[in-house]
């Protein structure tokens, strides 16, 4: 039986950019949610699963630095050849369900396309999220973009774990705040129709006393409750500010 690494490798090394299942000519829809993000000119960011995404050669002209990362050695190298100058990227063969390496800075953004997803194993899936916790800084933003309940069980040959609003809420815990979310459904290259969910989350200053993240959990009502808070803390330091001029 083939590990993930070489199921990835053969995938990777079989196949041309637009041929794969998740290609798409622009990156318009997770764009769309990335640019709501202030200051991304200045921000580390991270991208679990990288792989070949168009996205890569977006961001890299938008943000202060990339951590690309990806389990196959075959997509680690064909991002180093593609990108000319890598002085904005680091780049990081490793298998994000695993422990990341202390050598990985503290990021302002995570953006996940369709990398989640693959993750089945509950150990894997809490894993995962012990990472995301432990490298996004509070005010960093989590952008997820999901299978959809409705949407494909399978892709690149593997069982998916599709995702609900309310999961992954209850799975990133009330330390961050559900700023923004969307279904949209993404077509493929063979003119399939694959439904998505995004939701965009922050990292709330209100919460981070909560230590043992694997072990919180929360409603979308306690989520939408806590959403009403940030946006009211933040409209009252505008007031504050508007006040004082």
């Not at 904005?88 to 369900?97: A, E």
């Not at 990472?131 to 892709?155: I, Q, T, W």
Request: net charge neutral.
């Amino acid at each position: 039986m083939k590990s993930t690494k070489e199921h990835w490798n053969i995938i990777f090394t079989g196949k041309e950019d637009h041929e794969f299942g998740w290609y798409e000519e622009d990156a318009y829809q997770t764009l769309k949610f990335v640019r709501t993000i202030p200051r991304l000119n200045e921000a580390m960011v991270f991208l679990p699963g990288a792989g070949s995404s168009i996205l890569v050669r977006e961001l890299i002209s938008q943000c202060r630095h990339l951590v690309l990362n990806d389990i196959s050695d075959v997509a680690i190298q064909k991002l180093k050849e593609k990108i000319k100058d890598q002085s904005k990227i680091t780049l990081l063969r490793h298998d994000i369900s695993k422990p990341l390496p202390d050598s990985i800075p503290m990021v302002d953004v995570w953006i996940d396309r369709a990398v989640l997803h693959f993750l089945l194993e509950e150990r894997e899936i809490e894993e995962y999220f012990r990472n995301l916790c432990s490298r996004v800084k509070v005010g960093g933003y989590v952008l997820f973009a999901e299978f959809a309940p409705d949407g494909a069980s399978m892709c690149a040959g593997l069982e998916l774990h599709r995702y609900s609003v309310e999961e992954m809420v209850q799975r990133v815990g009330l330390d961050f705040v559900l700023i923004d979310q969307e279904e949209y459904d993404f077509i493929n290259p063979f003119g399939d129709r694959r439904p998505y969910i995004y939701v965009l989350f922050k990292r709330s200053k209100m919460y981070k006393y909560l230590k043992k993240r694997s072990k919180v959990k929360c409603t979308l009502s306690q989520q939408l409750l806590a959403s009403l808070c940030h946006h009211f803390w933040n409209c009252s330091n505008e007031i504050f500010k508007f006040s004082n001029m």
